[in-house]
Every structure is written in C-alpha cells, then in structure tokens.
C-alpha cells in the first residue's frame, strides 16, 4: 500500500549531475517531512538533505552549494538534483517520509548512485 519508489540512479563520471526522484504513494504526502538519506559500504546511513513539510531545506555539510532537494506535493514526489558528483557521494541513495509527530515512517528501496572515472 504505502511505497516509496527511487529512480534515477546510475553511473556517472565525476563532475557530472544526476537527478534522482521518489515516487510516493499510499500516505498524505504533503504532510510528510521527506529526505535524502545515502548509505556507502561500510559506513552508517547519514542524512544527505532534507526537506520539511513547513519548514526550510536543509543539507549535510558536504553536499552544500552540489545538492538541491525539491518536491512537488501535487505530484507526491521528491526531487534531488546532485551536481559537480564527486567519488565520494558514491552509495546508495534512500528516499524516506516521517511524520514525527505521530511516529511514523517510511523508507524507499533505495538506488544505487555510482561517481567514477
């Protein structure tokens, strides 16, 4: 019923964009604080950029002035526009929804972004 559905992953050289969207469905999307969340090899899952249902955009430090996260609740979508890729965003990028407020959550399935030469 309730899904979350990432596109637009792939592989790209670095310096090169990529514009991944989420798909949502199932739920009140509008009402939902999304995000951005990547997970490398390895490494813990960290917040790449976050875009609340009121509030303001926000973005991890190393993606700042790279990263645009958008969304268009008429369409229950959202957006991540990656420019100047560099290697190290490599991972794969999550799609999530949170409506801390009642304590519920939803994660996508994720898509695999690779940034190589």
């Known amino acids: 019923q309730v899904q979350l559905v990432e596109s637009g992953g792939g592989l790209v050289q670095p310096g090169g964009s990529l514009r991944l969207s989420c798909a949502a469905s199932?739920?009140?999307?509008?009402?939902?604080?999304m995000g951005w969340y990547r997970q490398a090899p390895g490494k813990q899952r960290e917040l790449v950029a976050g875009i609340p249902s009121g509030g303001t955009t926000n973005y991890a430090d190393a993606v700042k002035g790279r990263f645009t996260i958008s969304r268009d609740n008429a369409k229950n979508t959202v957006y991540l526009q990656m420019n100047s890729l560099k290697p190290e965003d490599t991972a794969v990028y999550y799609c999530?929804?949170?409506?801390?407020?009642?304590?519920?959550?939803?994660w996508g399935q994720g898509t695999q972004v690779t940034v190589s030469s």
């Open positions: 199932g739920f009140i999307f509008h009402i939902y604080d």
């Open positions: 999530n929804a949170v409506r801390s407020r009642g304590g519920v959550e939803y």
